[in-house]
């Protein structure tokens, strides 16, 4: 995590909602090209004249530059050589959630996905196809891919995690303060080196009026640097106890001592104010909060299931030259081929090979 993500509590708030919507999809942002390598006409089988749609035949010319030809082979290896590590992990990463599932009679079906994806747009104020173009927009991130590799996986998870995650009054209250409570308004001075952020304290402390100058000049997080050390109001109980301590303690105009907030990271602040607190009684948002807090525990229960699930499956990873979860007794053949074990279908609607191949081309 990038250090500056500490300093600024609305920014890393906006973070974590879009964890909740969209964490673990860049895997799967090119699935595609990966789909391409396996499915090939046998050898000595024509061509397909070019213009008439890519049917995956090895000898297949998708384009061609005067009388040089580039043949659907070509263009998979070159799919496989730039995206085919992260794109193979995201089908392996669905498969092991898709075994597991079977092996607990847990099933999800598309209306289960299509009313979370529904839900989820809600919250951000969109209908369906709205969301699925800010996705497609902003993140480049097909309404396929985010069905398959983000929302059918989590549901899947949830049902195979099977707990009622339990929210206390004190995460109540601590939620409460953090989001809508008093915080501190600051600029902030990063540096990655304690003897440099001696030199640095040093300086601010014989000119503190000059705080902004000396944030523009030695401040490594480059977000907040170029606004002389101007970070989002700090809250409390956001995640950074070294920091959110220091803050509350400063009153306006004040510099505070060195503080080291991860390893290898320390900043100056330079108290600036508070602002006032946005909502007075936690009965006026109890269940927004609950909601957000029930929304982060379940996506902390998932990521424990799915490393728990994970452990449990042994995976050969041919392309990355890899294997993880228990050990066999005796491993297939390497040599570069594998043992079909017969394909299975993955719980999103995808077609791969549980011998370690690549998936089918439908």
Known sequence: MDAGTHLTAESGNRQRKWM????????????GGLMMQSWRAPSGEAAVEPGRGASGNQGEIVARVERDAITY???????VARHGKEVLEDLISRLVIQQACAKA????????????????????????????????????????????????PMLALRKLAGEQVDITEEEMERAFVRNYGS?????????????RAQEVWEKVSRAPDEFEKFAQQYSIDPGSRSLGGQVPPIPR????????????????GEISGIVQIES????????????????????DVKDGLYDELKEQKTQQLVATVFEKVKTQTRVDNYLTQTATGPERAAPPARDGKVEPAGAVRLG??????????APARR
């Open 105 to 152: 009679g847990q099933t999800v079906s598309q209306g289960e996905v299509d009313a979370e994806i529904a839900r989820v747009a809600q919250r951000f104020g969109l209908d369906t196809q709205g969301w699925y173009q800010m996705l497609q927009s902003e993140r480049n991130i097909s309404p396929q891919q985010y069905r398959d590799s983000v929302i059918w």
């Open 237 to 252: 109980f956001s995640g950074s106890d070294n920091l959110e301590t220091a803050a509350f303690k400063l009153k306006a």
């Open 348 to 357: 999103n609607g995808g077609v791969t090979n549980a011998g370690g191949t």
């Open 264 to 283: 290898g990271r320390y900043v100056i602040l330079k108290c600036e104010g508070r602002t006032e607190q946005i909502v007075q009684s936690i009965e």
């Open 73 to 79: 082979d070509l263009l998979a290896q070159e799919c």
């Open 183 to 195: 915080r501190v308004k600051a600029r902030v001075i990063m540096l990655d080196n304690p003897r």
């Open 20 to 31: 909740l919507v969209a964490g673990g999809t860049l895997a799967a942002v090119v699935v």
